[in-house]
């Protein structure tokens, strides 16, 4: 138990399908992340939220949409998504200094998401 | 930006065997964290080590920064031992934290 909880942990959905998935951290960190892990692939960071203000967004497109309603909770809402998409998704948590120094980020378990 | 590079990309062992794996960076960091993945895709945290010497239990990693790598030995290895290793690190500005390919262990019986 890393402290970050994801939900759902396998999500199968059409292309016409809208859905969200949910991260959840009790570790008192103040920023959240959104990576994307595809098959034999890197980790790719999509989205990061610092104090609840995303800072970043790395050229995703706008079918997958986070949202931070506060500094414990991390949503990523996918909609028309295609079969390309199918990738483990993966939040992480950590507790930033204003110079960014000792940025020790914990990952949730992930959700397996397929497209179909 | 910051390069990355894992190696072996794929390791196959003897239950009881020792490894080392290698982490190369091209540029100066703050941060570098190992972690393993395990089959089902959990990220566990093994090091936060920009610099020195750790040891937890079988698994310890050294970082010289001045060379920018990073080592990551596992001694006496066992099949729960299996899953992907990956290295980490923030650059200075400590920003987003970039990953390298990961290295694939299999630890046979």
């Given amino acids: 138990e890393t402290g970050v909880t994801q939900t759902p942990r396998h999500l199968v959905m059409g292309m016409t399908n809208k859905k969200s998935l949910k991260c959840e951290q009790h570790l008192g960190h103040n920023a959240m992340y959104w990576y994307k892990q595809s098959a034999k692939k890197p980790l790719e960071l999509m989205f990061v939220y610092s104090l609840e203000e995303r800072v970043e967004n790395n050229s995703v497109p706008s079918r997958f949409s986070p949202e931070c ?21 993966l939040c992480a948590s950590s507790r930033t200094s204003n110079r960014g120094t000792k940025n020790i980020q914990y990952f949730g378990a992930g959700t397996r998401l397929s497209v179909l | 930006g910051i390069q990355v590079e894992q190696s072996p990309p794929d390791l196959i062992l003897q239950e009881g065997a ?11 960091v703050n941060n570098l964290q190992w972690f393993h993945q395990n089959p089902w895709g959990q990220l566990i945290n093994l090091f936060y080590i920009p610099s020195g010497t750790k040891q937890n239990g079988r698994l310890s990693a050294t970082t010289v920064a001045t060379e920018r790598y990073s080592l990551l030995y596992i001694s006496s290895s066992q099949t729960t031992d299996s899953g992907v290793y990956f290295c980490a690190v923030n650059d200075n500005q400590g920003g987003k934290l970039i990953f390298g390919q990961g290295t694939e262990l299999s630890v046979k019986p």
């Fill in chain 2, 18 to 28: 020792n490894s080392t794996l290698r982490c190369n960076f091209s540029d100066s």
């Fill in chain 1, 69 to 89: 309603p506060n500094s414990s909770h991390l949503f990523l809402h996918l909609h028309t998504l295609q079969p390309e998409d199918s990738a483990l998704y």
